[in-house]
């Protein structure tokens, strides 16, 4: 698949254009420079029918700043790798030869098209033509807040990752045309051999000699026919009338590429995986090593890191397969307490809590370095809030402030709900038990989406009414009929009883406790539905 990387310094539009190609608002934009540090990907799909994946960079320019050094670093790396580069300039400045330096280093080794933003209107267009000193003729000019430009902007990419394309299609065009000419003179003849048919009809009958007028109609309606055959048997016309049905309607050149298409759509689905995709999103405060998880788990340096807090802004992910499943990593940003989040960052923890709706996992990320905080038990918060499976790491082991003992007992004082979660320690710039992390994932997923025989659910929980009976409710007595699994991811089950409203929190919480004793089901929830006989789909309690 082709790559496009878009490429510019701070501040020029680079994640709006993405956004705007995307046709959704994937990454954040403001009007602060330096907003974009890692990159961001989409596959998208051209009017040609082709897909192409689009790369999102950040700014690059000169600066002694390590944070902003490693975005550019990572934005030379998407140049390099790409098929085409937009470099996109800032239309209401000047040029300048910092532009035009980066411009003719990345267009040596990539193509390149010159993209100037912000031309709202004419008038502004005319001062962006003093880019034509960049002295390339692959200049767009385009308004992404006002979409101006943007369709021949996709043309432009069309035709210059994919030229044979244009050709057939013009070839095709070509031949249509000619075809479509050959008819009209076709009908054109026809209709003067009707005329000329009846004219000599009637003056043969006029004389009387009708036998010769028969003779001559049907040497006329022959030529006609022959001239409607040809018309008809036009190979051009008729291998186009089958491809495209009745779309005669449609625009010439739009008929022409719809064929690619169709292998296109068929090449997709040959690609399409056959396993599931497990979907990790990585959490925890600002600072934690969340960034260089991820990068351990994918095994390169897929996402920004630095000792500066609240580096990562954008959600990253990557995805990768480990002992034939797919792996899909979201590492999101960290998070603060709510009087300390600062500008960009409110943006950051909606996108994490649209990452945490998507998930199915999630790894909490703990600092060994240092005590817990009350911060890290909110953050569990969002695990139970989204029903997720949980994996709890504690990162940084080499720096540890404490023994394991000390950590651990500390951690169930504190997180007494999340006994059932996995309790990891690693090191992730020593690349320390990543392996055992990868494993852990697949084993919490099979538990995540596992389902219970429904004669071994009831037995479990008959033995768990035997040992401990339901209390009663102001001395009515509670049962629990039976039960039955509905659903999973996680598993979520009904329990049929007459009194669904009397069953205490407490008693659910001892019958998931027994659940777990008998099943296993590490670090997954299981959620309890307490209902009535005869009720449609429960809803969790």
């Known amino acids: 698949m082709k790559t496009i990387a878009i490429i510019g310094r701070p501040n020029v539009g680079k994640s709006s254009l993405f956004n705007r190609l995307a046709k959704s608002r994937i990454a954040i934009t403001s009007h602060i420079a330096g907003t974009t540090r890692d990159t961001n990907t989409i596959q998208i799909t051209l009017h040609n029918g082709q897909s192409v994946r689009i790369v999102d960079t950040g700014g690059i320019e000169d600066t002694s700043d390590e944070l902003f050094t490693k975005v550019a670093h990572k934005a030379r790396q998407a140049a390099k790798v790409a098929d085409l580069i937009l470099y996109l300039v800032d239309g209401k400045l000047l040029p300048t030869q910092e532009d035009k330096k980066l411009f003719f280093t990345l267009q040596k080794s990539v193509p390149a098209l010159l993209v100037i933003n912000k031309i709202d209107n004419d008038s502004q267009k005319e001062l962006a033509y003093n880019f034509a000193e960049f002295g390339t003729k692959a200049m767009y000019f385009i308004s992404v807040s006002h979409n101006r430009g943007i369709s021949q902007l996709l043309n432009a990419l069309e035709s210059t990752l994919f030229p044979e394309m244009q050709e057939v299609a013009q070839d095709m065009e070509e031949e249509l045309l000619e075809a479509l000419e050959n008819t009209k003179q076709a009908e054109l003849e026809s209709t003067m051999l009707d005329s000329s048919v009846d004219d000599h009809a009637n003056k043969s009958t006029s004389n009387g000699k009708k036998t010769t007028a028969s003779k001559n109609s049907s040497t006329a309606q022959s030529l006609h026919d022959q001239a409607k055959d040809s018309r008809i048997l036009d190979p051009r016309i ?3 009338q089958s491809s495209q049905g009745d779309k005669t309607s449609v625009p010439l050149t739009q008929q022409a590429v719809e064929i690619p298409d169709l292998n296109q759509q068929a090449k997709s689905a040959k690609e399409k995986p056959t396993t599931d995709l497990i979907q990790v999103g990585i959490i925890g405060r600002v600072n934690v090593g969340k960034s260089s998880i991820l990068n351990a788990l994918v095994g390169y340096e ?20 480990f002992e034939g499943s797919t792996l899909r990593f979201v590492d999101t940003a960290g998070i603060r307490r709510k009087g300390k989040i600062e500008s960009l960052e409110k943006y950051a923890l909606d996108r994490t809590s649209k990452v945490l709706e998507q998930a199915d996992i999630a790894i909490l990320v703990l600092d060994s370095s240092a005590p817990l905080v009350e911060l890290d038990e909110k953050i569990f918060s969002l695990v139970q809030k989204h029903a997720l499976g949980v994996i709890v790491v504690w990162n940084k082991w080499d720096i ?40 852990k994932i697949l084993e919490v997923y099979t538990n995540y989406a596992s389902r219970i025989p ?45 009194r669904p409203k009397s069953l205490h929190f407490s008693y659910k919480r001892f019958l998931v406790n027994q659940l777990r004793k008998e099943f296993g089901l590490s670090g997954t929830p299981i959620l309890l539905a307490p209902r009535p006989k005869g009720q449609g789909n429960p809803e969790s309690i």
């Open 454 to 498: 429904t004669s071994k659910l009831n037995d479990t929980i008959a033995k768990a009414v035997r040992t401990h009976p339901i209390p009663s409710d102001h001395g009515k007595l509670v049962k629990i009929y039976y039960a039955t699994q509905y659903a999973t991811k996680p598993p979520q089950i009904a329990l049929i009883s007459n």
């Open 302 to 321: 897929r996402s920004v890191v630095s000792a500066q807090a609240g580096t990562t802004i954008d959600p990253v992910d990557e995805q990768i397969t």
């Open 238 to 240: 008729r291998a186009f």
């Open 400 to 439: 540890a402030h404490t023994d394991f003992n000390n950590i651990r007992a500390d951690f169930l004082r504190r997180f007494r709900f999340l006994e059932y979660a996995p309790f990891l320690t690693l090191s992730a710039l020593k690349g320390r038990h990543i392996k055992e992390l990868k494993r």
